[in-house]
Structures are given as C-alpha cells and as structure tokens.
C-alpha cells in the first residue's frame, strides 16, 4: 500500500521566514512519482512540481526549492522568504507509474499562515 | 492553466434527490478524476476514467456512478444524496502524452445536501 505523511498539519510563520514542508512517502515500487499541490484560500489546487523516482536532483523555482531524497522516503519543500501569498494548503501526493500510474495517494495537507 | 471547467460551481439540494456534476475539459487528454475533499480526509479518489466510456471505482465509490460518453465530459451522479455527500469535489485530468502522471485540477463544486 502507498501512503504519504504530512507531519505538519499547520504552520505560522512571519514574513521573510524560512518555512520547510516536510512529505514522507512509503512505496514498494522502484518507479512513482511525487507531487506538491498548493491549495490557496480560493480553493482552487494549482500543480508546483512533479518529480520521478530516478531524478533525485533538487529543484529551485523562485523562492521554491525541493529536496528529494530517496534514502529517507522525503520530498521536502521550502519556502524562501516567505510572503503572505504564500499562506495555502500544501499537499504531497505520490502516484505509480505503470499500469497504475494515474492513481495518485495525497497526503492530508500543511496548512502555512504567513503573517504580515 | 489546464482547461478545466465544472458545473455547478456551487449546488444546494435536499436528501434523497439525484445529483449530476459536470467536468469538461478543452485538453482531449485521455484520463478524468472525480475526487471528494474533506477536512480530516484530504483528497479521496470517487472514480475514473481511462477512455470514453471506461471508467473505474476509487476508493470511495458506494453511492456515486459516473459516465463518460465524450472525451471532453465525465459526469459524476448521486443517485439519492444524502448529507454525507456534503463535500467539495474536484474534478482532475491528467497531463498530455509524456505527462499523463500528472494531474490537473479544475476550481471545485461546493456541494451540500440538507
């Protein structure tokens, strides 16, 4: 069975912080998939990032960087500098690739307030 | 942005009515989701569909159907809603060929049932 853990279930931070979402994921599959979905107060899901199983290379996007490490099952996500625009619902997902691969498994989401 | 769109964007009904949620997407890709979102839950997975007319159960299927005759449509019914029906449900397709893990979502339907 899949299963992603968000640990942090919600977080305050004030402007210009450093804040880290932390994703634990379990899978028996050598090939998946990983995901990061931010759901802002509008309630709309908008996709930031998906990364495979074999790239295990960090990614940078703005303020937005992911630290995949396949050693410890995480796919972290950082906020740099951190902006009230940020604040939202954040979920990791995992999905299978295969016959399977259009399953996804979400993590039940960090909530990140961003304070003035 | 995927385009997505679901109708209604918002719907009150009474117990026991028949419901229908409607996704449409612009994008001819070949796989549609139907999910359900509710606090506590996250993201649950109701059903979908592989190709026109292929559709599957998800994990939380029992009273609800679904039904694909285009590409671009995949409706979600509630034969009789009843109040634990009561949710936000997304509707998703996934990426073009070279991106089909991925899925994008459309702006919700705020469902509730008294």
């Known amino acids: 069975a899949q299963k992603v853990t968000q640990a942090q279930t919600e977080i305050s931070v004030v402007e210009k912080e450093d804040v880290t979402l932390d994703c634990v994921y379990e899978t028996r599959d050598t090939t998946y998939y990983l995901f990061w979905y931010k759901q802002p107060p509008s309630g709309e899901l908008v996709f930031l990032i998906r990364?495979?199983?074999?790239?295990?290379q960090n990614e940078i996007s703005g303020r937005y960087s992911w630290n995949f490490q396949k050693s410890t099952s995480s796919f972290n996500f950082t906020i740099t500098a951190s902006q009230v625009v940020d604040s939202a619902v954040y979920f990791c997902?995992?999905?299978?690739?295969?016959?399977?691969?259009?399953?996804?498994?979400f993590g039940s989401g960090t909530k990140l307030n961003v304070k003035p | 942005d995927a385009g997505i769109t679901q109708s209604p964007r918002h719907k009150v009904t009474e117990t026991g009515t028949p419901v229908t949620l409607r996704c449409h997407q612009t994008?001819?890709?070949?796989?549609m989701y139907w999910y359900r979102q509710d606090p506590g839950h996250g993201l649950r997975l109701i059903h979908y569909s592989y190709g026109v007319k292929d559709t599957d159960k998800g994990e939380v299927s029992d009273g609800y159907s679904v039904s694909r005759s285009k590409t671009e449509d995949f409706l979600l019914t509630l034969e009789s809603a009843t109040s634990s029906q009561t949710s936000v449900y997304f509707c998703a397709i996934s990426g073009p060929a070279g991106e089909q893990e991925t899925q994008y979502f459309g702006p919700g339907t705020r469902l509730l049932v008294l």
């Open positions: 990364r495979n199983s074999f790239d295990e």
């Open positions: 997902a995992l999905s299978e690739a295969g016959d399977n691969f259009n399953k996804f498994y």
């Open positions: 994008e001819n890709h070949r796989y």
